[in-house]
């Protein structure tokens, strides 16, 4: 057989695989944002103990935001007064799982491995923000018992607000990074037959994990796209527990992540948050090798016989969503969204560090708190965003996006 066939059957395979799951996942996370009150969160994160920490990662756990996505969200807490222990749990809990990463993973390598996944996350988030927490040495804050609970801003039917947010906020955020994920599982699944790297010292014990570990810190690895490929590199017979280093260390950390919670946090919780991702990731794995390492070898290497309809149905209504979110990404019609001029009562600014619809949904809603200001229209690809209002001060909006973790370029308009 061709490689090309089997490379096209490969690709059906892995597309088949992923589809259900992905989007039940994102269904769930959907609802959950649109559900979910806010202020009801931050008002519960503001002291530096560890319940704050625990209650943190129970909240960023089936969140289903990507590193870069969590990095302004977790200033945002910061700033509505959340302690540095909060904000570090919810920074390395967070991007390393979701309600849709978990989905996903149970399809590719059995309900064993995503639900010590989820354990992991938990665990690495708690004992990293109880350890910012004693790093700190923070006073403790009072809780604000006062704020009202309110939902995330929805007009009209919260259902379609959902899916919306499901589909251009999440999807949207992640749908290359997904496509580089399936291809590249493709290409894994057809290069390397079932066992081919079993045996193989350099993938095996402490060795394979540090290698592993030196690679995805520093790159950025989509939560969820990254689970097919460690599915293929478990089928061809790498450790299960170096595969979980993988899923664990390269979505919490990137070379981004890094700089910007340096910036927010400093060098010593810098230490913090990269030592815990790190020693963390590599315990957990040995640990996963030692107690349930047989488990995910085994279902990653499953191969499935007849498919179901609703498994077709699922791939088909994937591929459809994400050509359609290609086609809308490069169509031309983004930029038009954005006027070459400010309109009368307007400013431009060009905001930098904006890398994904997460980012822009932060930009939007810090600069829509800022008195005066009537509405925010931001164009990802450019960087520019557009504030029209009444007497609008550059000053304050400034402060808005900075705020939001971002910053703002000096030759935007005064």
Not at 122 to 151: C, I, K, N, P, Y
Not at 298 to 316: D, K, L, P, Q, Y
Not at 361 to 380: H, I, P, R, T, Y
């Amino acid at each position: 057989m061709a490689f090309t066939e089997r490379y096209l059957q490969a690709l059906w395979a892995v597309m088949l695989d992923l589809s259900p799951a992905l989007l039940l996942g994102l269904l769930l996370a959907g609802l959950l944002r649109v559900f979910f009150p806010d202020r009801l969160v931050r008002s519960r994160l503001s002291r530096p103990t560890l319940g704050s920490s625990i209650r943190a990662a129970l909240i960023g756990v089936p969140m289903p935001l990507c590193s870069c996505g969590v990095v302004p969200t977790a200033i945002g807490l910061r700033n509505q007064g959340a302690s540095k222990g909060a904000t570090m749990s919810f920074l390395i809990s967070t991007p390393q799982t979701g309600v849709d990463s978990v989905l996903v993973s149970a399809a590719f390598l059995g309900w064993p491995f995503a639900l010590f996944k989820v354990i992991a996350a938990f665990v690495t988030g708690v004992f990293g923000g109880w350890l910012a927490d004693r790093v700190a040495a923070r006073d403790a804050a009072e809780d604000d018992e006062g704020e009202q609970s309110q939902l995330w801003g929805v007009d009209g039917n919260r259902w379609k607000a959902a899916l919306r947010y499901a589909v251009f906020d999440i999807l949207g955020a992640i749908d290359l990074w997904l496509i580089v994920g399936i291809l590249l599982a493709a290409v894994i699944t057809t290069l390397l037959p079932g066992d081919s790297l079993h045996g193989v010292t350099w993938t095996q014990g402490i060795g394979g994990m540090l290698l592993v570990l030196a690679i995805s810190v520093p790159l950025y690895v989509c939560t969820t796209a990254s689970v097919p490929i460690a599915a293929s590199l478990i089928a061809a017979g790498m450790p299960a527990g170096t595969a979980l280093v993988f899923l664990m260390a390269g979505p919490a950390t990137n070379i981004a992540t890094i700089g910007i919670v340096y910036r927010t946090l400093g060098a010593r919780l810098l230490g913090v948050y990269l030592g815990t991702v790190i020693i963390g990731s590599v315990a957990l794995g040995m640990g996963f090798d030692f107690v349930l390492g047989g488990a995910a070898e085994a279902t990653a290497a499953h191969v499935h016989g007849a498919r179901a309809w609703w498994e077709i149905a699922s791939a088909t209504v994937l591929i459809g969503l994400l050509v359609y979110l290609l086609v809308r990404r490069w169509s031309g019609t983004r930029p038009a969204a954005v006027d070459a001029e400010p309109p009368t009562g307007g400013l431009t600014l060009q905001v930098d560090g904006m890398t994904c619809a997460h980012c822009v949904a932060s930009v939007k809603a810090a600069l829509e708190e800022v008195d005066q200001v009537e509405q925010v229209v931001v164009d990802l690809g450019s960087g520019i965003v557009q504030v029209r209002g009444g007497k609008l001060r550059r000053n304050l909006l400034d402060a808005a996006v900075t705020r939001a973790g971002f910053t703002v370029a000096d030759d935007a308009s005064p």
